[in-house]
């Protein structure tokens, strides 16, 4: 049985139809992405299938054993809880259930308590909290907490002193932990690193319930998803397969449409030809009733699209749409029928392209003795071996949350000092930059005004024309900055930037808040652009388009790791790890009209795997440790002693040491990885 069921669901907000007419089904174990334009009304059918709106029209068939985890764009979690006392609430059912597996062992531990009704009462519960993972819970609790990018301090700091993002985790981690068998996400990838994605996509590939969500993150949506959903502003339309099947498909119904627009299209002028040079001649009668279905057929087409009447009878035809007109004179037939259009096409994109003024030198960007980090910093961020970047390549810088990337391009582009060391520009740059938070943009601004601020347009006309390529129009140009949504802000700060015409583009997130057509075009003309990229980027599918090399910054290393090659063999050799890069020492680089011969690049990894390796032999040491209290641990529990508090608190200790031991070897191996991944 499908866990939810739509019929004939319709949704409008007063004369606003978001939708109309939808026919879904949810199976169990259902790997659903929805997908479309931003504004197009994704977040509202989510909040319809989890029964937090009601429909304007249309049923919704919900399983008698549906339980749904819902998480939104924005977190509301609010809590004077612990962060770990409030993923623990998830669990309520095996919290329940494990006090009343201690109650017993009260009861029993009384003077002729051990009754075989009780006897019987605690083995059958025993199995059942067993099986339900009741004796794992707290070590699947780590496990979430620290996938999700919290460490191990985090846990007992209360939840509203938490940072907007980590509520959203928080959330997104007790929803995973709950016994839900639908989870419904909107954006869960936001405010997640790429580790954390990464083994999010893990998690909800084993998880044995069904998935519905709505994400930027192509990447993420072809790792989970077997299904797409697509809203658009001409229907919706479902395809099977991930993201990557789902863009072959698509393509193919655009194209299949599009003949059968061009084909109708012209059987209608075919038509109209014969009506012209015959409604006054002698088959006039045969005219006028050729006009006479044309009309009908052309008012068909205006309202409901030519997709909507192929294979219907006229009959039918006739009782859904409404004529104004029994019969066009030939002229307004030929007008009407110059204006149809099809209303299946391609989506209206941004038309973006970056272009550069001149040619820069060989030589981009070279470091020597690099460190990153803050003047008034306790410590410095990171290294960097004395990487160079050449022109028309690629980089991707990838890390954490917080690991200094933003930091760094500032420091590329002189906005910060290094702590030690220097950064060297090529010959003939121009450099445009693209900021995550689009700091370069005036709040009191209207878009118009933003834009010229700095284009060199002919006339205000020209500069709405050129908004009107990055989708503003009308009205929206003279909107304040102040008042934008994230996605047109990032279309904002594309436009100012293609009219930079650089040659170095240093871009931070530019996906980030751009619905997904708008991605594929980015994506697209970055593709094709004949300057030099630096690239900050949670997006996976944009990184493996473009990157010639990856950047990799390790935080417990305290380095820059530089990996030569695309992010399918970053991936590749993650076990495997590539020494850092090693210029070839007769390689020159133009600088100027000067040449330089490039110094190889130092390997400071080596600093990093000792230190990974001090790290190993604590862990190591602390491993023993519990292994020897649980085995000290279980003999006691193996003779319990008579009194039921002193039971509680073994078995307690018990839980406590176990879980500490799960989270300690978890990281004795991702140590081990990253050690013999550099060493083999």
Not at 437 to 462: C, P, R
Request: hydrophobic content about 35%; proline content about 3%.
């Amino acid at each position: 049985m499908s866990l939810i069921t739509t019929q004939g669901l319709s949704k409008s907000y007063g004369a606003d139809d978001i939708f109309s007419g939808l026919n879904l089904t949810i199976p169990p174990g259902a790997r659903i992405a929805l997908v479309g334009e931003n504004g197009i009304g994704k977040t509202t059918l989510l909040n319809l299938l989890a029964n937090l709106e009601s429909p304007t029209e249309g049923k919704i068939q919900r399983a008698n054993q549906l339980k749904i985890g819902y998480l939104p764009q924005k977190s509301s979690l609010v809590s004077d809880k612990t962060l770990w006392d409030e993923i623990l609430s998830a669990l309520e059912d095996l919290i329940q259930l494990e006090k009343e597996l201690k109650a017993l062992e009260k009861q029993m531990g009384q003077p002729g308590g051990a009754t075989e009704e009780l006897l019987s009462r605690y083995g059958s519960l025993q199995v059942d909290f067993e099986n339900r993972g009741g004796y794992t819970y707290e070590s699947r609790m780590g496990q979430v907490l620290s996938g999700l990018g919290f460490k191990v301090e985090d846990f007992h700091m209360p939840v509203n002193h938490l940072s907007g993002g980590q509520r959203t985790r928080a959330l997104l981690g007790k929803l995973l932990l709950s016994s839900s068998n639908l989870l419904i996400f909107d954006e869960p990838t936001n405010h997640l690193d790429i580790e954390a994605i990464q083994w999010l996509e893990g998690y909800l590939k084993n998880f044995s319930g069904a998935v519905l969500l709505v994400s930027h993150d192509r990447y993420f949506i072809d790792q989970v998803c077997n299904q797409i959903w697509e809203m658009s502003r001409s229907g919706f339309e479902t395809y099977r397969g991930n993201y990557s099947a789902y863009l072959e498909q698509r393509q193919g119904r655009w194209e299949r449409q599009q003949e059968i627009f061009e084909a109708e299209k012209a059987r209608l002028e075919n038509e109209l030809d014969f009506v012209k040079r015959n409604i006054e001649g002698q088959r006039v009668n045969m005219a006028r009733g050729k006009l006479r279905r044309l009309s009908r057929r052309i008012q068909a087409i205006e309202q409901m699209g030519i997709q909507a009447i192929q294979g219907k009878s006229w009959s039918r035809i006739s009782q859904e749409v409404h004529t104004t007109t029994s019969m066009m004179s030939p002229q307004e037939a030929h007008r009407r029928i110059a204006a149809l259009k099809n209303p299946s096409k391609k989506p209206q994109l941004v038309n973006l392209k970056f272009q550069t003024r001149k040619r820069g030198g060989d030589l981009v960007i070279r470091t020597s003795n690099l460190v990153i980090g803050y003047q008034d910093g306790e410590k410095a961020l990171f290294s960097v071996p004395d990487i160079t970047l050449l022109r028309g390549e690629c980089a991707a810088l990838i890390g954490p949350n917080g690991a200094g990337k933003t930091t760094f391009l500032k420091t590329i582009l002189e906005e910060l000092p290094p702590l030690s060391g220097e950064v060297k520009l090529g010959a003939n740059l121009d450099v445009g930059y693209f900021a995550q938070a689009h700091q370069d943009l005036n709040e009191v601004n209207t878009v118009l005004e933003e834009i010229l601020s700095v284009g060199n347009f002919q006339s205000e006309n020209a500069a709405r024309s050129y908004l009107g390529a990055f989708l503003f129009s009308g009205d929206e140009v003279i909107k304040k900055i102040s008042v934008l949504s994230g996605g047109e802000r990032g279309r904002l700060a594309l436009a100012k930037l293609s009219l930079s015409n650089a040659n170095l583009l240093l871009l931070d997130e530019p996906t980030n808040h751009l619905d997904i057509p708008s991605q594929e075009t980015l994506q697209s003309v970055l593709s094709s652009y004949p300057g030099t990229i630096l690239l900050v980027s949670h997006d996976r599918y944009l990184i493996s388009a473009l990157a010639s090399q990856i950047w990799e910054i390790d935080v417990s290393g305290e380095s820059l790791l530089v990996y030569k090659g695309n992010y399918q063999a970053f991936l590749g050799n993650q076990d495997q790890e590539e020494e850092p890069q090693e210029l070839e020492p007769d390689l020159k680089i133009e600088e100027g009209d000067k040449y330089q011969e490039i110094k190889s690049a130092k390997n400071k990894a080596l600093a990093a795997d000792r230190k990974r390796m001090a790290r190993l032999g604590e862990v190591e040491d602390r491993i023993s440790e519990l292994e020897a209290a649980l085995e000290k641990l279980g003999k006691k529990l193996a003779s319990p002693p008579d009194i039921p508090d002193q039971v509680a608190a073994l078995g307690h200790e018990y839980r406590e040491a176990e879980t500490e031991l799960e989270i300690l070897i978890n990281e004795w191996e991702s140590l081990q990885n990253e050690i013999g991944g550099r060493t083999e």
